[in-house]
């Protein structure tokens, strides 16, 4: 698997669309109008969001494969992505799709941030309820943010008239029974996720399906589904638009009636759920118990994946180094606490701290010395905690811990903020300006 910091050399700003820029800093200066990154040149400008990368040792840069996937178009991100593919499909439960469009269609740029925008105005315009459109935006760039782009298969999202079903290469970082109640952010993209997050379109709180569910729940809807297929390497969120087995009373009957089916169907025993491309229509009955129900839909799930992801099983072929890099980036959140004081405020981070740091990030192996050197130099400009630590460098508390921070209390040139209780929930590390003065 490719990280997505990977910095591309022989791709420049001409392989970028430059329309998606202008879109992404438009969008940017909306969120952020008083933010020093709107005055920079452009290549400047990527750089500083994650676009843009630099090989400190040869003096080469490039764009970066997140900035590839947002800024760049089909054509060349399949040079890099031989699977890379993105779909949008819909019907009326019929045999034919009455809107479909892909990143192939050569009518667009065919990369992610363009997808997820164009996506997110279908949703608007269809779906009356904000509530229920924020929620499905939300799984969608959860979807895009996570995705494996390297897997096969392609990122589809299908919407039927009772059920929208979110499809993606790549299995959960997370047990699938956390999945709606998790407060840990696993990432396997992330500087795709510093991308969206910078201008609010996620957090790093990995709370956003668990919201999802929360806003189901509020509608009566089905708790939402999720299926990985181990063999296809392939994750499935089903979202169904019909509602739990229940009295309803006529005038919940008509609220729900509005945001559920057009056809005004939704209160009947029978949702057809396609499973084929080919658009083979399955019969499910909800006279039958949860149970029963639950286990049926992971079955007619499963079949689903395993008919679009027709495709050979993902080719091994990339270096050890890669695999122990991405061990690295997907845990580096998992700190110890189990809520979401744990977790880092992005926007908390100051701009130089990001840049003392840069050089951690874009080298996954860097001599001790030199990590402990940026470790001192982001002391010396304000106390941080392990959490931080582990955001600025993308390395795993633990190993910022053990390897780095123990080392440099050992040696006096760092303290904490709390010597007397180690384990003070906002315990931070100080640089030890004594130790200049030795």
């Known amino acids: 698997m490719l990280q997505d910091n990977l910095i591309l050399e022989h791709y420049g700003l001409n392989e970028l669309n430059f329309d998606t820029i202008k879109s992404y800093r438009d969008r940017f200066a909306e969120v952020k109008p008083a933010h020093p990154w709107n005055a920079l040149e452009t290549k400047e400008f990527l750089y500083k969001v994650g676009a843009w990368g630099k090989v400190r040792d040869t003096h080469k840069e490039g764009v970066t494969l997140a900035g590839l996937l947002l800024f760049s178009e089909e054509r060349i991100i399949t040079e890099v992505l031989p699977q890379y593919f993105l779909e949008y499909r819909e019907s009326k439960g019929n045999e034919e799709w009455t809107e479909r469009f ?43 943010i996570h995705a494996d782009y390297n897997g096969e298969g392609g990122v589809i999202l299908e919407k039927q008239p009772s059920h929208y079903v979110f499809s993606n290469p790549g299995l959960l970082l997370v047990p699938t029974d956390s999945v709606f109640s998790n407060t840990v952010s696993q990432l396997r993209n992330p500087n795709i996720v510093k991308l969206f997050s910078l201008l609010g379109l996620c957090e790093r709180s990995g709370s956003g399906l668990k919201k999802v569910k ?4 509020l509608h009566h809807y089905k708790t939402p589904a999720i299926d990985q297929d181990v063999s296809m390497h392939r994750t499935v969120v089903m979202l169904s638009l019909s509602t739990q087995e229940r009295q309803v009373s006529s005038s919940e009957k008509d609220t729900y009636n509005t ?59 990339y270096n050890n180094e890669s695999d122990l890099y991405n061990n690295d980036v997907n845990s580096y959140n998992n700190e110890q606490g189990e809520n979401s004081s744990n977790l880092v405020n992005v926007e908390n981070i100051d701009t130089k701290l990001w840049d003392i740091a840069a050089l951690a990030r874009e080298k996954k192996r860097l001599s001790p010395n030199q990590m402990e050197h940026i470790i001192l130099e982001l002391c010396k400009e304000k106390p941080l905690m392990l959490k931080e630590f582990a955001y600025l460098l993308e390395r795993t508390p633990d190993g910022v811990r053990n390897n780095y921070l123990t080392k440099l209390l050992r040696k006096g040139q760092l303290q904490l903020k709390y010597p007397n209780q180690p384990n003070h929930p906002k315990q931070a590390y100080l640089f030890n300006k004594k130790d200049i003065e030795k």
Request: aromatic share 12%.
């Open 102 to 144: 892909t990143s192939q269609d050569g009518t667009w740029s065919g990369n992610i941030f363009d997808f997820y925008f164009h996506i997110h105005e279908i949703v608007r315009n269809s779906e009356p309820q904000p509530s229920i459109a924020s929620s499905l935006t939300e799984v969608l760039i959860n979807m895009l």
């Open 214 to 217: 929360q806003n189901w729940s």
């Open 259 to 317: 945001s559920i089916d057009d056809s005004g169907n939704n209160f009947k025993d029978v949702e057809k759920y396609q499973n084929t491309p080919e658009n083979d229509v399955k019969k499910d009955s909800y006279n039958k118990n949860e149970y029963s129900y639950n286990k049926e839909l992971i079955e007619e799930l499963k079949s689903y994946n395993n008919d679009v992801n027709s495709l050979n099983k993902e080719d091994n072929y």
